[in-house]
């Protein structure tokens, strides 16, 4: 109703309005538009009463008098896919509705209807087939196709409203008749009116007596119904009256053709179904939740299993289970029953019949039945190898990050050894030959002679000062003989000095309890993430603090910078080669810690890490 165009047909929907009843608990509602110059789409929902039948009947013949010129005459199509019911006065309302309006609609189309509904509705054509064409369709898409032939039929080709058979004109004449005689009858005294009760029941009885053999000796089971032509020897049964109880048995032949397809359709799907699940390569199950038993297994689930098909079929899956994964199927099997939508799929370990432990994966579909657990169809699949090769990947993973520790101490120890002899040897050396230089300079008594001396004296104190700044990058001696607090404050003036960015450091008395290689991998990091806030944050102000936490040592770092989207920075990690976060990250992986990371942009970065107080082996 919302669409500007028909998806079907292309045409344009306009004037999409909505009825709501007002009576109170009246679940009512319908959506009306119009297609075209000529069709009224309609889509009723809930249970139909009596008021708010005609309060709908209303506002519909509102929206055709608004929305359609009078001119044209109107298809009506209705979904009835979201009608529950309706009480019978509503029903009538609706049939009247149909009869006296023959002049206004040209049809009236019906789709998405429950068998019997169909039933009725063309029923009510084939007895009023002088009042409105009312069918009964399958899809949208047959009643719009339908909607757009009609309007195309000549005139003249349709029965006029104020036509009538000579069947329908006998049945005028019969019931007038049947007025007169009535009214004779109400003017009887009480006396004579068992009298006239008797004649009327004389009256009806053949009829009704002829009506229910009729009845009686349809074969409903068999398709047709052949015309028992002794019933109208004397005309005692009217022939439309049969023609009636002969359309409603065509109806259900219809119905019973498509049940018959249908089963057959149902049958091999089962029967593929079958196949399927008894030669698949994965175990199958399914699962009574009531009797909270095994009702079906395939050979598969006894192979992997052991057991015969008499054990699956009387134990509980919970007995599959073994003790380590026993408490994780119950929770979940809790959850299930209490309504909770899990994830179709869990790992469980099991055991065989012969005890060998295994891995099984579940996966489940549950059917519901009023929101409550009825049924589950089980894929039981053995997953023990790939278990096996993932337990094979972890102990993998924890052979690199402990050799990627061993190597990161190995590469610290070459730069110690290179500091050392920096500052042992070249530094030494350097500062004896500037010393010995300003001596020889001082031999000097002509200024004008001493000025070289001066600028290769200047130039040596400068290589002597880089050479310090060397050692103190490569492996800063404070570091081992002073502890991380003095590493990190001499770092934090340096780099304030150089980049004229305020650093303040916070730590407690309690880091000489850590293990030296985590002092040398956290100075490393803190390092990293200075000069990244330097190169990047725009920021004028960090802060770091540390101390010790219950689970071990904690070392945050804030600055005032324009912050970024820490949720997907590692999603995307490709796009910021070079920034250092993830190379952080997973060397505090291998030591057993972690990195949190909080930013936004425009607001800062706060950085946290948090490592045991020890290497773990």
Excluded at 283 to 307: A, H, K, P, Q
Excluded at 463 to 492: C, E
Excluded at 526 to 543: D, P, S, W, Y
């Amino acid at each position: 109703m919302s669409a500007a165009h028909c998806p079907y047909c292309g045409l344009p929907i306009t004037h999409a309005k909505t009825f709501s009843s007002t009576g109170p608990g009246d679940p009512f509602s319908a959506d009306m538009a119009r297609l075209g110059t000529s069709i009224m789409l309609v889509q009723c929902g809930g249970y139909a009463s009596s008021a708010a039948e005609t309060a709908f009947l209303a506002s519909a013949d509102d929206f055709t008098r608004k929305h359609f010129s009078s001119q044209n005459r109107i298809v009506y199509v209705e979904d009835y896919s979201d009608i529950t019911g309706a009480d019978a006065e509503a029903r009538k309302q609706y049939i009247h509705y149909f009869l006296n309006n023959r002049n206004r609609f040209y049809a009236f189309l019906f789709y998405n209807l429950p068998p019997i509904f169909r039933i009725s509705f063309n029923l009510f054509n084939k007895l009023h087939a002088h009042g409105a064409t009312v069918l009964a369709v399958k899809s949208y898409e047959q009643a719009i196709d339908l909607a757009l032939q009609l309007p195309e039929q000549p005139e003249t080709d349709l029965p006029k409203p104020g036509a009538v058979s000579l069947s329908a004109s006998g049945r005028g004449i019969r019931a007038r008749l049947q007025k007169a005689f009535n009214q004779v009858l109400s003017r009887a005294n009480g006396r004579g009116f068992s009298f006239i009760q008797k004649i009327q029941k004389r009256l009806a009885d053949p009829y009704s007596d002829v009506f229910l053999q009729s009845i009686a000796a349809i074969d409903w089971q068999t398709p047709g119904m052949p015309p028992p032509h002794h019933l109208f020897a004397d005309r005692r049964l009217p022939k439309n009256l049969y023609d009636a109880i002969g359309f409603v048995k065509s109806e259900v032949d219809m119905l019973m053709a498509e049940r018959a397809s249908a089963e057959q359709v149902l049958q091999t799907s089962e029967t593929r179904y079958r196949l399927l699940v008894e030669h698949a390569k994965a175990g199958f199950m399914e699962y009574d939740f009531t009797t909270d038993r095994i009702t079906s297994v395939n050979d598969e689930l006894i192979s992997m299993t052991g057991y015969s098909r008499d054990d699956l079929l009387s134990m509980n899956p919970r007995v599959l289970i073994s003790d380590a994964g026993r408490e994780l199927y119950s929770k979940r099997l809790k959850a299930i029953r209490a309504g909770e939508r899990l994830p179709p799929a869990e790992n469980y370990p099991y055991l065989t019949k012969n005890g060998e432990s295994r891995w099984i994966r579940l996966n489940s579909n549950v059917t519901y039945d009023n929101h409550r657990p009825r049924h589950a169809a089980i894929v039981v699949t053995d997953i023990t190898s790939l278990k096996q090769t993932e337990q094979k990947l972890l102990d993998y993973q924890d052979k690199l990050k402990r050799l990627s520790v061993r190597m990161s101490m190995a590469e610290e120890k070459h730069r110690r050894n290179l500091a050392s002899v920096l500052h042992e040897t070249i530094g030494q050396e350097l500062f004896v030959m500037q010393m010995q230089l300003a001596a020889f300079e001082r031999s000097f008594s002509d200024p004008t002679a001493s000025a070289p001396l001066q600028k290769i004296q200047d130039q040596l104190i400068r290589i002597i000062r880089q050479t310090r700044n060397l050692t103190q990058d490569l492996s800063p001696p404070v570091l081992y003989d002073f502890g991380l607090d003095a590493a990190v404050s001499a770092l934090a003036r340096s780099l304030q000095q150089k980049h004229g960015i305020f650093i303040r450091t916070f730590f407690n008395d309690e880091e000489e309890n850590l293990d030296e290689k985590i002092k040398v991998i956290l100075y490393r990091n803190i390092k990293e993430l200075i000069l990244n806030v330097i190169k990047h944050a725009g920021a004028k102000n960090i802060t770091i603090w540390a101390k010790h936490s219950d689970s071990g040592f904690c070392v945050a770092i804030h600055d005032d910078g324009m912050g970024f989207d820490s949720v997907s920075y590692f999603k995307e990690s490709a796009t910021h080669q070079g920034f250092g976060l993830f190379d952080v990250r997973e060397k505090l992986n291998h030591l057993g810690g972690l990195l949190l990371i909080n930013s936004a942009p425009g607001q800062g970065t706060s950085i946290r890490m948090q490592v045991p107080p020890n290497i773990p082996k």
